[in-house]
């Protein structure tokens, strides 16, 4: 394997697991937050449909 090729498939490594994680994320934060709100919601006797969504900002150290 080239020096060019472990790049490459370390770069899409990381992409597909960045992706997972923020999928994931999404996911929990959604589920509690819809949990959440169905408790606030309860002693009125409203229903609401939650969502939520998370934005990740990264930014890149100056090497």
């Known amino acids: 394997m080239t020096k ?5 498939a370390a770069i899409a490594l ?6 997972g994680i923020v999928a994931g ?3 929990l934060a959604t589920t509690q937050y819809a949990a959440a709100e169905s408790l606030a919601m309860a ?21």
């Open 4 to 8: 060019t090729t472990a790049q490459f």
């Open 14 to 19: 990381s992409a597909f697991m960045t992706l």
């Open 25 to 27: 994320v999404n996911g």
């Open 43 to 63: 002693p009125s006797g409203q229903a609401h449909v939650a969502l939520q969504h998370v934005t990740i900002v990264g930014h890149r150290a100056a090497a």
